[in-house]
């Protein structure tokens, strides 16, 4: 494994730790409630929109600024000179001058970086998806313990009691299981969302406020 590969999988893993925590409640409180939400439901959990998380949103866009660090050089400079110029395509033009003289920079170097920062919130989008879809997978072993043990329970009448007392505990588990997998999904979902809404409207202003330079010619 590569070192930028093995960087990329830390960063998955943090972020499937911080999703995916379980969050401690009342073991008999959450044990009634996902019992009732999962007959309900027959296994098909819905959660609300999540509204962005601000947390996530910004480890995002410090992961995605080191695959186009160009990008956050320019909108720095950009608000840098923001201060003394006010219109804003002005400041970006401005901030674009000073890249080519200092760096060479040029208005399709930033466009690339742009382009780069989406590639890789796709890639980002694709990984997290791949990675709701195996522990949506591995969920579905509880579903058949649960199947397997109101087959016992059909059988072995004396121990009855017991067997359906296990049986609500893995409704309870599969009730909160599935919500916070679907939950996990919903924030990164929006977060990504929100995160690809900036970097366009970012990438539409890069286009329609900076000249071509020159050697695009």
């Not at 660090?69 to 000179?81: R, T």
């Not at 400041?91 to 920062?117: C, F, H």
Request: hydrophobic share 40%.
């Amino acid at each position: 494994m590569t070192q930028e590969s093995e960087k990329k999988r830390g960063f998955l893993s943090r972020l499937s730790d911080a999703l995916f925590e379980e969050v401690e409640a009342s073991p008999e409180e959450e044990t009634a409630t996902a019992l009732k939400t999962a007959t309900a439901t027959a296994g098909a959990a819905e959660v609300a929109p999540a509204p962005v998380d601000g947390k996530l949103r910004q480890e995002l866009q410090q992961q995605l600024a080191k695959e186009g660090p160009l990008l956050g050089q320019f909108l720095e400079l950009a608000a840098s000179l923001g201060e003394l110029i006010p219109q804003e395509s002005a400041s970006y033009q401005a901030a674009l001058r000073a890249l080519e003289q200092t760096g060479g920079a040029s208005k399709a170097d930033i466009l690339a970086s742009v382009d780069n920062q989406l590639a890789a919130l796709a890639s980002e989008r694709t990984i997290f998806a791949e990675s709701v879809e195996k522990k949506l997978a591995a969920q579905q072993a509880t579903t058949r313990k649960s199947e397997e043990i109101r087959a016992r329970i059909s059988e072995l009448q004396k121990s009855i009691q017991a067997l359906e007392q296990e049986e609500q505990q893995l409704f309870a588990k599969m009730a909160s299981e599935e919500k916070l997998i679907r939950t996990a999904q919903m924030r990164f979902d929006s977060a990504a969302r929100e995160v690809e809404r900036e970097l366009r409207s970012k990438l539409e202003k890069i286009r329609n406020y900076l000249p071509d330079s020159s050697k695009e010619k």
